[in-house]
């Protein structure tokens, strides 16, 4: 069993910075894909940024976040800056039993229980 557990949500003004963890445990951490996706209350869960053979990110977020992983610490981590309101959301990491990495929900099957981000104006 596959365990993530997101963690650095908050409240933040514009412009500033948040730095998010999701650590993993239950198996071999290193060989897999990670991806991190947002959702906001009625919408749809949205793909944000992914890492596995190489990272890769919705055109939003490009240039103002950086999505990076610690393997000796089965960590993943999501660097945020120049944050803007419409990053609001609750952010949630993923992983899936795969190298390569996705920009789709469906290719996650191991989901953690997600992080509240909030960006005033």
């Known amino acids: 069993q596959v365990q993530l557990v997101e963690s650095g949500g908050g409240l933040v003004q514009a412009g500033g910075s948040l730095r998010l963890s999701c650590a993993a445990s239950?198996?071999?951490?290193?060989?897999?894909?990670m991806g991190w996706f947002r959702q906001v209350s009625g919408k749809e869960r949205e793909f944000v940024a992914s890492?596995?053979?190489?990272?890769a990110y919705v055109d939003s977020v490009k240039g103002r976040f950086t999505i990076s992983r610690d393997n000796a610490k089965n960590t993943m981590y999501l660097q945020m800056n120049s944050l803007r309101p419409e990053d609001t959301g609750v952010y949630y990491c993923?992983?899936?039993?795969?190298?390569?990495?996705?920009?789709?929900?469906?290719?996650?099957?191991?989901w953690g229980q997600g992080t509240q981000v909030t960006v005033s104006s």
């Open positions: 890492i596995g053979r190489s990272t």
């Open positions: 239950g198996r071999t951490f290193r060989s897999y894909a």
């Open positions: 993923a992983t899936r039993t795969s190298t390569l990495a996705s920009y789709r929900k469906e290719d996650y099957a191991y």
